[in-house]
């Protein structure tokens, strides 16, 4: 008896659609290649003998909706930062800008004090000026994400304002920057989340910036972006208990190695000789769309491990426009520290500073320089980096003894590091002179150096881990290491696009009516969110009733 839906993937897309389909009757059997569940949201002892579980890859929860939270009954907590960000002056790392979510409107501790201390004082009122107004676009635009696509149209008007449509849909992001903000180092801190894993200038008239900050801005309604209590892998932990209980089939070593749109599915067991074959009414691509596209090639003679082989660094980016694949910019380091280093800037504590986000290296201008950089082949000269301290809001992810110590996790986020500098360097080679780079990043605003209060293995190695958008290829079949699975689109339809089949209407269509995308690469995917994976199950139900 075939399948009802086959599921490619066991990431929280994957796991999502699981739930919510197997909870409605469906016979659900999803295949992981991994030998564990969450794909990149997931939870690892990073470092032997160290029992810390630190989130490998993604690290902070916006996106994800009480909606559906609430539907599949998750036992998730997420805990809200007090401190939004604090950022150096790189020209005078004695002070900084620390923004605090609870700083009073008057008085030495305020906001306007704040920004005063960078020479940013006019830029204070700007500032809430801004975020009421993408405090708006979150209101208005959040909860559409779990709903049919409304049209271009529909999401303009559900908005109510025109001057922020213009601001923040039809003019590029750095415009509208420059023009509300005056100081380098303010537009700098706002503009970053207009190139989180995205590779642009904040004046591109493709407007990528754009629908980059549009996401990171929304989250939740609100924009804020929450510490998850254990951990990302107890988030997809969670979501793979729902869809377990609900009686989804879940097997992992499962390498899919073939697609065929009539529903079939040709995969390998891990642990036994040969392929297996599955039938489903409907498939759920969980993947890349550039895999599914190799997956689905005549005779399906390219699998995932191909698809994410780089072979010769020369043709890297020859590559990716053979698999339609945008390139990833970013590196990710892991660290554990035995405590918060000292900061140059006496005035702020370090348990202050590293409890929201930690902006280095990120004046506007020297984003642009590193991106100018980055285009031309080289390793920007100061790479900027984003530090979140997980433990800081949620000490769960150690064990009690290593919290007592006074251990803390750091996780660093360099920008503008994109997979064609493999075409210069071995991807070793670049894990290394990466590392190196975001180390000296950081060293460039601490009283002391990072490397003092890094914590050791139990084999005397430092407890640091670099990922590289190869690393991240190959380990969660990414192509380019895209941390968003391709381009990021504006959460509605078009004008002129397709919406006659509940597919389309849920911005879930491929070319094949029984194959469906439940992941990143989908219309509103990308990030931590699990609306790639409802909106799937969304369509698949609503055909299913029709």
């Not at 994400?145 to 923040?168: N, Q, S, V, Y």
């Not at 749109?261 to 009414?281: C, F, K, L, N, Q």
């Not at 000296?440 to 670099?466: F, H, K, R, W, Y």
């Amino acid at each position: 008896m075939p399948h009802d839906v086959v599921i490619l993937g066991g990431g929280h897309n994957g796991l999502t659609a699981a739930a919510y389909l197997a909870r409605a009757g469906k016979r659900v059997l999803l295949l992981e290649r991994s030998d564990h569940l969450g794909g990149a949201a997931v939870s690892a002892d990073a470092f032997e003998g160290v029992d810390a579980r630190l989130s490998r890859y993604s690290y902070l929860v916006s996106l994800l909706p009480q909606r559906i939270i609430d539907d599949l009954g998750l036992d998730v907590r997420l805990v809200r930062r007090r401190f939004s960000s604090y950022t150096p002056d790189p020209a005078d790392p004695s002070r900084g800008l620390l923004v605090d979510a609870e700083a009073p409107s008057t008085g030495s501790g305020s906001t306007a004090a704040a920004f005063a201390r960078v020479d940013a004082e006019p830029d204070a009122a700007a500032w809430q000026a801004f975020y009421a107004d993408t405090a708006r676009l979150a209101e208005r635009l959040f909860p559409t994400l779990t709903e049919p696509l409304p049209t271009r149209d529909e999401a303009r008007a559900l908005l109510g304002d025109e001057r922020l449509w213009r601001e923040f849909v039809e003019r590029p992001l750095g415009e509208v920057i420059d023009a509300r903000f005056t100081s380098d180092l303010v537009r700098g801190v706002v503009a970053t989340d207009g190139l989180i894993g995205t590779f642009t200038e904040l004046d591109d008239p493709s407007l990528d910036a754009n629908r980059c900050f549009l996401y990171h801005v929304i989250g939740g309604g609100t924009g804020d972006w929450d510490v998850p209590v254990g951990g990302m892998g107890a988030v997809t932990g969670e979501l793979a208990r729902a869809a377990r209980e609900a009686g989804a089939e879940l097997v992992t070593g499962a390498e899919v190695v073939a697609v065929d749109p009539s529903g079939e599915v040709r995969w390998r067991p891990g642990d036994e000789p040969g392929e297996r074959m599955s039938e489903a009414r409907v498939i759920l691509a969980n993947v890349a769309p550039a895999v599914l596209d190799r997956l689905l090639e005549a005779g399906a003679q390219a699998s995932p491990a191909s698809a994410t082989t780089t072979g010769v660094p020369s043709v890297v980016r020859e590559r990716l426009r053979h698999l339609n694949a945008p390139e990833g910019a970013q590196v990710k380091v892991n660290l554990l520290l035995t405590r918060l280093p000292e900061l140059r800037d006496s005035t702020v504590a370090p348990e202050a500073a590293f409890a929201g986000t930690f902006h280095i290296n990120e004046l506007a201008s020297q984003l642009e320089t590193a991106y100018g950089e980055a285009a031309r082949g080289r390793i920007p000269s100061q790479l900027p980096c984003e530090i979140y301290c997980h433990t800081l809001s949620d000490p769960s992810i150690l064990s009690p003894e290593l919290a007592a110590s006074g251990a803390h996790t750091l996780t660093v986020f360099g920008l503008h590091v994109p997979h064609r500098l493999l075409e210069r360097f071995g991807n070793d080679e670049l894990r290394a002179r990466l590392q190196a780079a975001v180390l000296a990043s950081l060293n460039s605003v601490l009283a002391e150096p990072i490397e003092g209060v890094i914590a050791t293995d139990a084999a005397g190695n430092p407890c640091i881990e670099t990922k590289t958008t190869l690393d991240l290829e190959e380990a969660l079949a990414m192509p380019g290491g895209n941390i968003f699975h391709g381009g990021l689109s504006w959460p509605w339809a078009e004008p002129g696009a397709a919406l006659s089949t509940p597919a389309e209407r849920w911005g879930v269509a491929t070319a094949h009516p029984g194959i469906l995308l439940c992941g990143s690469g989908a219309v509103r995917g990308g990030a931590v969110s699990g609306i790639g994976g409802h909106n799937a199950a969304m369509a698949v139900l609503e055909a299913s009733a029709g």
